[in-house]
């Protein structure tokens, strides 16, 4: 198995440890049929946009290409008629009539291009061996979490197992973490003295207990992964999906501080130590999150907004991945895409 030039990329930005060689440079056909598809996407999102906003509208658009040889899409485009995505490409009536499908000519493997087609065809006997299948995931008709399977035995322990995130962006999740830590500490510190002095004067001994207590609390990490932008059009249009709203979240948060309510471990002084719930917020639309669920939390006092808000720029978009991987438990919103998802079949365009 390979990985297109594109998802190597994207995938050796965030992590080193790949061992997966490229299909373009190591099997002959494949540069030729990515490059044309890339080619081909680049077409379908121009002609999206001028469909929109009038093909001779030229101050709007002003559609060039990035360093990366990727398509810049003005922003203003974006935020005034939404992404258009790659799934949402190649799902179209008519790509096949303006797609080519055979990409052999002078190589020995005979491509094909598998989308549209149900999973299920992968588990039939002419699919098993000598077939030579260019997939293309957000294409294919089906549980895309199941293909990795289908397609290799124990596939996420052989990829992901030696992943590892590149030091800068492990270098932040774990400072934005200690950070807080130290905060919530803090506030915890603060609020037992407050109570403290409303109390009558309390013995030494006790005094010592408190103190002992204020040693023991442990922090349980919860990353909250939130979605929103352009993929609440993408869900509602594209999916049929209603986007999930402040209660979805809510709801989650209640389930962990029930789930970790007076639970705690015995140290060697068989002082039971305090598991206090934290939750980190991360998402493209940090003012969502402000908005929505701040004041609500506010009596819990525990959920921090320390993601960058950034679904562009891919140093933000390393640092909230890694955030999110460094929490012991996450709550996410599962449709087809999510941020890892978007690592490995990444957008067509970018956005300036």
């Known amino acids: 198995m390979h990985l297109g030039r594109e998802t190597a990329d994207a995938i050796n930005r965030y992590f080193s440890g790949n061992r997966f060689r490229t299909a373009e440079e190591s099997l002959c056909g494949a540069d030729e049929y990515y490059t044309e598809l890339k080619l081909e996407l680049d077409r379908r999102v121009i002609e999206w946009y001028e469909e929109r906003s009038g093909k001779d509208n030229a101050d709007e658009l002003r559609i060039g290409r990035g360093d990366d040889g990727r398509l810049n899409i003005p922003r203003g485009l974006v935020e005034r008629y939404g992404r258009v995505g790659t799934y949402q490409l190649l799902q179209s009536a008519d790509f096949d009539r303006r797609w080519a499908r055979n990409f052999s000519r002078e190589c020995t493997y005979n491509w094909e291009t598998f989308q549209k087609q149900p999973l299920e065809q992968l588990a039939e006997p002419e699919y098993s061996h000598g077939r030579h299948l260019l997939l293309y995931p957000a294409a294919i008709n089906g549980d895309i979490g199941a293909l990795s399977g289908r397609l290799q035995p124990n596939f996420s322990k052989i990829f992901f197992g030696d992943l ?168 996410q919103v599962c449709i087809l895409e999510s941020i890892g998802h978007n690592l490995f079949t990444t957008a067509p365009y970018n956005a300036y």
């Open 164 to 331: 590892v995130f590149r030091k800068k962006f492990s270098d932040h999740a774990q400072s934005v973490l200690e950070g807080v830590r130290e905060e919530h500490l803090l506030k915890l510190k603060t609020l037992r003295e407050k109570k403290s002095k409303k109390k009558s004067k309390k013995s030494k001994r006790k005094s010592k207990t408190k103190a002992a207590e204020d040693d023991a609390d442990e922090i349980v990490f919860v990353g909250i992964h939130c979605r929103r932008t352009d993929h609440i059009s993408y869900e509602q249009n594209e999916m049929g999906a209603v986007p999930v709203n402040r209660h979805y979240y809510e709801d989650a948060m209640a389930a962990f501080r029930d789930h970790f309510r007076g639970k705690g471990k015995k140290s060697k002084s068989k002082a039971k130590s305090n598991v206090h719930v934290v939750f980190v917020f991360v998402s493209d639309d940090m003012a969502w999150g402000r908005e929505q669920l701040a004041a609500k939390n506010e009596a819990h006092s525990d959920l921090y907004f320390v993601g960058n808000g950034d679904g562009v720029d891919q140093d933000a978009i390393g640092n909230d991945l890694a955030l999110l991987a460094a929490c012991n438990h996450t709550i």
